[in-house]
């Protein structure tokens, strides 16, 4: 009998909670009617992502790391640092040697495949593409990869959907820049890639996170992911 009326006033007080938040919730809404249940999630999203995406607090007030890398690269290599995109709300970046080449922004930029290409003898940056991967059309990355130049480094960083317009020759033309993930890529699939075409440093450095409701960070998405590293440059 004890036991059962702990559970019962257990019950009691998680309603009595539920109802205070929900009225503290509406009286939110009252005080500011812009607000809607999507936008706050999507404010709290995208608060949570900028703390990820802030250097660390703990770091030594020295020169800071170029794109903010854990630790430096020497100067004979090339620094890059890339984000994938969180959800389909806060956007992917691309940063090499110190430059914010795609920089993080928020809803209908950068959606899809986004790709960075670099001269890898100079460092210097040729061109960018981004790629809608949901109701875009795969000819014009198609297009894009075959344009790239033997001897470019390619930074490729996804954002929301990557996979649902790549066919089989998309995918070969990435898997001959040195990707292992790009035939496994899918629905809502997190990735990021370092590669090469024909590059003398044949270079690889790729992350991949699947879309599994199971696991996933935010329902339908899996959390962002990162990655840096220290390419070296050519003699």
């Known amino acids: 009998m004890i036991y059962v009326r702990k559970e019962k006033f257990k019950f009691v007080f998680m309603v009595v909670g539920l109802i205070i938040s929900i009225s503290l919730f509406l009286k939110l809404l009252q005080m500011k009617p812009e607000l809607t249940v999507s936008k ?137 820049l040195g990707s292992s993930y790009i035939s496994q890529i899918k629905f809502r699939d997190n990735w990021l890639f370092v590669g090469g075409k024909k590059t003398i440093n044949q270079v690889s450095y790729e992350e991949h996170m699947k879309n599994d409701r199971e696991t996933n960070k935010y329902e339908s998405w899996p959390e962002m992911i990162e990655m840096e590293g220290c390419i070296p440059r050519i003699d």
């Open 40 to 176: 706050l999630v999507e404010r709290s999203l995208e608060e949570a992502v900028s703390d990820q995406l802030k250097p660390d607090d703990h770091k030594d007030d020295g020169p800071k790391n170029k794109c903010g890398l854990s630790k430096p690269c020497s100067e004979e290599d090339f620094a890059f640092k890339l984000y994938s995109g969180a959800t389909n709300i806060v956007g992917p970046q691309i940063c090499f040697e110190g430059k914010m080449i795609i920089q993080k922004d928020t809803r209908g930029k950068w959606l899809g495949i986004n790709i960075a290409v670099i001269n890898e003898e100079t460092g210097e940056h040729i061109k960018t593409g981004s790629f809608n991967m949901w109701n875009g059309k795969v000819e014009e990355l198609i297009e894009f990869l075959k344009s790239i130049e033997d001897g470019s480094l390619v930074l490729i960083a996804t954002f929301d959907d990557p996979a649902t317009k790549l066919n089989d020759e998309a995918r070969a033309l990435i898997a001959e």
